[in-house]
């Protein structure tokens, strides 16, 4: 199994300062996988996250992605590597409309971005354009993203992290003070485009309505650590996962 | 400037166009006056403009020159030399000036005597004295009517080397064109003067420094007999204030410009002795003359205050432009030009002064003396003051020539 | 707000209008106006190149003038020191402030926010410490003067038609850059930098890149400066050229293309007709700047905006 | 002295943000003051200087507060260009009233006649002046790092400058912190132009020169940081003594460069990305 | 004391609150429960105007509303809060974080000095001389757990009061917790465990997607099992 995964993180570990964040996390995802990670507060699934993205620095352990190692690698790198992803806060670029962040998207997965020809630009709204249609967007292509509401913006970023046809796709948090309607509509998209590109999918989640339709593998962490994986079904039965849930100590 | 009047809806103009070629020249002579009111400059330059009032008022009252009044136009510079140069500029083209003069700092005297040349304006330097403006940047529409650095070095070198008992000079001066220039020619005068004095490396002060200490404790460490220090305004009072604190003025002498201005603004904190200055035109030394007394009693009744070297100047320049206008019968460059270089000028700074017609360098003396307390002023002066001749203070044709050919 | 507004026929004619007018005034209004129209256009190209810098790629300098007195002096020393003919000098300047840029900007593209905006700083203060005591050079303070016939030997009117013509240029090059895919991903960096990144754009070589850029098109500002003034002092590099040019793009309007343009038009108009009246340029001047930002902390050209869109002349957001 | 005018700066920076371009301006007023007070209170006795630098302080402060609640109050929330260009402006105006009232000319200010020797110790010349600045200086430094200690007002300015807005969740008065920060920077300033005063020239365009100056020291020192600031002005002052004796020409840009150095270096330390 | 109707609430466009109903009478504790980000922070910062804006219903404190109040005057009113990062200020020493509330000057409510907070809070004496930066997280939600108290509050509110701490250190939270209780302060505490619930809370407010889905006694809660499993369960 390890052999075949896409993603394998070894003996992971970060602090801030005296706070241990991350306690030697091991992680194996396998193509092909949904795979979402629960925890309470603080239990260190943003800074996994973070970790996998090449955001912070002073990482310990190695994360190996397609079997080479992008431990110390640049957000810029691991983008280029196939590694796409969406943030917990929305950071769709707010100034511009819902059309020319797709189209920087799609100039940037292009690797056009220093281009001064108006054809590249023209090909890549035809790619935006379309990709706005396939999140649903394809009404708001001119508004402002300061204009979108909130799931609007999360489905126009989820699309931009496609631009590049990413093999894995990483999503902190996408369903964050959302309605509930909106969160199984930004899902449901989200698992349709994965399971039709065979893709691979690892997020962090809340609603635990969501990530039980949703995921084909869950991992808990508490409190920098691993605490239980399985699927959906094995961890809603799991009496450790429920004691921390509920009592939060053991 | 006759050829450059474009003033386009002026009535004045239109006036003109309407009357004769001779009174094409305007009603009035017009005098473009651009100096630094604001900005590092703007003290000096608010004495020159004043000096340069009084002497307008007075001509006016005479009856003008060539029977025209004359018309000041003052313009700020803001001691920028962007700013001098646009200024300039629109004088010349807007106001149509007949003459351009006023400017304070050497970067903007450039600027403007760029413009000027351009345009072919009379153009005539009374307080920025930068040695550029003689040798590769001269015109033949220019002339400066101060000493120039050079000339003010050479008397500091003069002055020097008459003093026997001194064996070690430590030059001193500001980090600038105007600073390392003086500095140059002080040491190359005194060198050949007095072959037996060792005069040490130069200190250079930067600009806008107001802490001398840094650079007053290397200069002593020398144990000169004196510093020649080419520092002039607030860095001079700082230098000799601070200067007491190191004990400069008994272990040492300080040779420096010290115009009127300095002297005033030091009062009772310029030490008793040890401080030997250059100045341009202090009004307390002129030659006596029957214009003198009259000039200093008028200045203080418009001014309250004592002629500065830069108001005498100011006050000298308009005289010396007037009268060389009287002689050449017109404002025009052509007919005016010869006249500066052809004549011989009297002014309070004493009489028969000429200008080179290669350089535009007017023959004018320095004042060189001790300072000292009297009960006549309110502010210590010089005494025993040597007037140096302009005649002895200046480069020859060849040597001018040759350092043209060098910039070049 | 931030995306070019689009050329409507009759923002087209608005435009062309302008033009047209500042001609006229440049032919009519007599020679002073003239200069102080080419020293407004000049101005305005140089702040329209700061505008590049912080309304698109959201990076503030301290110390653009550098990039201006770069070409200036770029310029006057291949004339002066080099014997460039002139027509291939008026290239040099530019591109000596490009390569400028590129130095600098390669070191201070690795700060952000305000750090960035200090290390512009120390940046431009070695600019002109260099210029000013590299006598033997740069002719120090007292800068180079008499090289050449200052505007190329033009008339004042004629110089003002091609300063124009050359800010025109300049102004569809910024829009050229500003609509393509390279101004696309400028603006992606300067809104977010590590959305940009995360979607595989490095974001200092596209803060470098607009960095040089905007350094190119001060020292085309720059090297027009020193051909107007017929001289180049290293003032044009100093603290003050870049607090004007700071005033500018704020007082037009941050965040605009039309900003940096619409300020020194405003500055440099204000200042004019301002000494008319009195010597207390600056006193005035501060008020005014206070005044118009407490007032309209969007700058002019928001005001500009509002109106247009009340008289239903708006843009389609 | 360097110190005084840095942290005046850096206080204000570490608690508001703002990057104050008139700290300089405040100093000149500061120098003004002091020559417009010396004359009239006991001249010529230290007594009367030093009283006379307390109040020019005083002075300054209350202009930098008045300063702070017409016009920074409101743009707090603006983007912090705004402010700067605001300062900006007030640097302008002050530049402009100080030549109106007292005119273009260096003014100099009488020192205090105990102040005006030297000490001689072997054959070397100690001018007193400069360790009376000193000391005056580190006794204000002294008392502002007992009231930044000690007392609750120096505890709420630190407490703002790590969390401002948990000052607020505790019942303090935000508004009330950055303006009393802005008129003890300003009292600083003040203070430090009237120490000085004495020993240059005072005049109008004194804030350009200091505020270079005090810009390269706090950065130095890291923005918002008092004790990095007092370091940095003992090194900017010692690097600019050395540089005037080996390296004359380079001096300013040697200290740039220390400062562009410290910058990047500092940059190293401090990459990462969002911080969720 | 302290009333939400139909609360409404959003940081920028992104509404995190869709509807908060809950009531508080003094001497009560109430307890806030839900899993994580369905908006009990939201609620809290809603109620001290801190970060987030409420676009509509009706915060109310003693009568009045609270909705636009600058954060200072809100605390001011007497609502205390310790946020749920704790926010010590990491430079200061213990003894001068708890300085930097204002000095008791109310003497109409019930006050705590700077004697009593240390008698609650033990290990906070022995420290009070320790930078609060560097001290452990058990000992930071104490300190800022003293430190609102010396804002003089009438009602306190704790957002996860022991998040990330140790269990026993937790346990040491409750404690003092309970504490407090028994000196009467009424307080509102976000909660993600149950167990704490059992121990100091009078009744409890279930809320699920920044919306109040239940409210009942302690007693009720535990009554109804369903309510624990459908809103806080992975299931």
Known sequence: MKEHSLLSVRGVRKTFGQFVALNNVDFDLPAGEKHALIGPNGAGKSTFIACIAGQLPGVEGTVLFKGEEVTAAAPVDLARRGIGRTFQISRAFLDMSAMENMTSAFVIANGAWASLRRSVLANAEDSARSMLETVGLGDHAGSRVADLSLGDRKRLEFGMALANDPDLLLLDEPTAGMSIKERHHLMDLVAARIDETGKTLLFVEHDIDVVLKIATRVTVMVRGAVLAAGTPAEIAENEEVQAVYLGGHH | ???????????????????????AEGNTVKI???????????????????????????????????????ELIVRDSQTKPDEGGKQARELVASEGVDVLTGVC??????????????????????????????????????????????????????????KAEWKRIQPMGYDYEWGHTSVEA?????????????????????????NMGPYIAPALSTKPDAIYAAIFGGGLVNLIKQGQGFGLFERSNLVTLTTVDALQSMGSTMPKTGVYGIARAPFFALPPSEELPGFIESYRAAYNEYPTDWAVNGYDGIMIYAAAVEAAGSTGMDALMPKIYGGTFDGLRGAGLTVRAFDGQMSAPAYVGAIAFGSEFPFPTLTDVDIVPGETLMWSEDKIQALRGAAN | MNVLPKMTPLRWGIAGALIVLLELVNRLAGVGMSLVLTEMLILALFASSLNLLMSYGHMVSFGHAAYFGLGAYGFTLAVARFDVPVELAVFIGPIVAGLGGLVFGALCVRLTEIYFAMLTLACAQITFTVLFQWYDFTGGDTGITGFMNPRFGLTEQNFMTLVLVVLVLCLFAMAWIVKSPLGLSIRSVGQDRWR?????????????????????????AGTLFAVFQGSAFPDYAGLGFTLDALIMVVLGGLNSFWGGLVGAVILVQLEHWVLMVTSHWELMLGLAVLVLVLVLPQGVVSVAGRLSNMLGLGRKK | MLFLIASGLTLIFGVSRIVNFAHGSLYMLGAFFTYALVPLIAPGTVGGFFASVLLAGLGVAAIGLIFEVIALRRVYGAPELMQLIITVALVLIIRDVVRWIWGPNSLSVPMPDAFMGALLIGDNYFPIFPFVIFGAGLAVMLVMVGVIRFTRAGILLRAGTDDRGMAALLGVNEKLIFSSVFAVGALLAGIAGGLAAPYGDVNYLLDTTVIVTAFIVVVIGGLGNLYGAFAAAMLVGITKALGILYFPRLSMVLIFLIMAAVLLARSLGRQGGPSR | MLSLKDVHASYGKAEALHGIDLAITPGE??????????????????????QISVRGGAVEFEGQSLVGMRPHDVIRLGVGYVPEDRRVFASLSVLENLKVPRPVRDVSRRTWSLDQVFELFPQLYDYRHRTA?????????????ARSLLTQPKLLLLDEPHEGLAPKVAEEVVDAIVALKAEGVSMMISEQALHTIRRCADRVYVVDRGVTVWNGTVDDFYANPEITRKYLMVQ
């Open chain 2, 1 to 23: 400037m006759a050829t450059k009047t474009r003033t386009g809806v002026s009535a004045l103009a239109l006036a003109a166009v309407l009357t004769s070629a001779a009174a």
């Open chain 2, 32 to 70: 473009g006056y651009v100096t630094g009111l604001s900005g590092a400059c703007s003290s000096i330059s608010e004495d020159g403009l004043n000096g340069t009032k009084l002497a307008v008022e007075e001509l006016n009252a005479k009856g003008g020159i060539l029977g025209r009044q004359i």
């Open chain 2, 105 to 162: 700092s050497s970067s903007v005297l450039l600027a403007v005597e760029a413009v000027a040349a351009e345009a072919g304006v009379p153009h005539y330097a009374i307080i920025g004295s930068t040695q550029k403006a003689n040798i590769e940047a001269f015109q033949p529409n220019f002339w400066q009517i101060q000493p120039n650095a050079t000339m003010e070095a050479f008397a500091a070198a003069a002055y020097v080397a008459k």
């Open chain 2, 186 to 210: 002080f040491t190359e005068h005194l060198k050949e003067l007095r072959p037996d004095i060792e005069i040490t490396d130069p200190i250079f002060v930067k600009l806008g420094d107001n």
């Open chain 3, 196 to 220: 940009a990144e995360a979607l595989g754009l490095a974001p200092r070589r596209v803060q470098l890149t607009v960095f040089v850029i905007a350094s190119v098109f001060a020292g085309i």
């Open chain 5, 29 to 50: 504790v109430v307890c806030l429960i839900g899993r994580n980000g369905v908006g009990k922070s939201s609620t809290m910062r809603s109620i001290v105007q801190d």
């Open chain 5, 133 to 145: 930066g560097v001290m452990s997280g058990g000992e930071q939600q104490m300190l800022s757990i």
